[in-house]
């Protein structure tokens, strides 16, 4: 299943929504061999993150202020309120940024303590070729299978609905 909300009025975006999902419905997200994770700009070791039943994906490139539009408060809102519920769900975060050393202060100052796949070469997108932006997020399966595009935190119903498949399967 594959859901994503917009609003009605725009025929055209709506038709390229629908492609999108035609598109990435079920499609599996390819994940590079060599990954490099940091928690507040520090390596760490983070392999259980993709041992988790789902996972909630979320892929920010270089156009425009990588950190503003990470929205990390919003995203550690996120994760913190899944921990309350004992969701059992993993955060992936990749980043692919033209100055890192700059996102690195913008976490630093959010405290944004999760992992952060940093993804200095771009492999993620030279694997998976996403879609544009705001189609960067899925809610992804056991197996990396799309299963929701769409950011949580920007919608709040499309939140319920990344809920309501997570806990049908608990």
């Known amino acids: 299943m594959v859901c994503i909300l917009f609003s009605c009025g725009q025929s055209k975006r ?3 929504i629908k492609m999108i999902m035609t598109e990435w419905q079920g499609k599996e ?3 590079p061999d060599i990954l490099v994770y940091k928690i507040l700009g520090r390596d ?4 259980d993150l993709w041992n988790k039943p789902f996972r909630i994906f979320t892929y920010i490139d270089s ?3 990588t950190g503003c539009r990470f929205r990390l408060s919003e995203w550690k809102m996120l994760v913190d309120s899944c921990r309350q519920q004992s969701l059992d769900v993993s955060f992936i975060f990749v980043v692919h940024s033209s100055n890192f050393k700059h996102f690195t202060i913008d976490v630093k100052n959010h405290h944004f303590d999760e992992p ?3 993804d200095y070469k771009n492999q993620f997108h030279r694997l998976n070729r996403f879609p544009p932006e705001p189609y960067r997020t ?3 399966d056991n197996q990396n299978r799309v299963q929701i595009i769409g ?4 919608t709040p119903q499309l939140w319920e609905l990344y809920k309501a ?3 049908q399967s608990q």
């Open 165 to 167: 498949v997570i806990t």
């Open 63 to 65: 156009v425009g202020c």
């Open 116 to 118: 952060i796949v940093y």
């Open 138 to 140: 899925f809610l992804l």
């Open 151 to 154: 950011n949580p935190v920007e």
């Open 44 to 47: 760490t070791l983070c392999s």
């Open 14 to 16: 709506g038709s390229d």
């Open 29 to 31: 997200i390819t994940i």
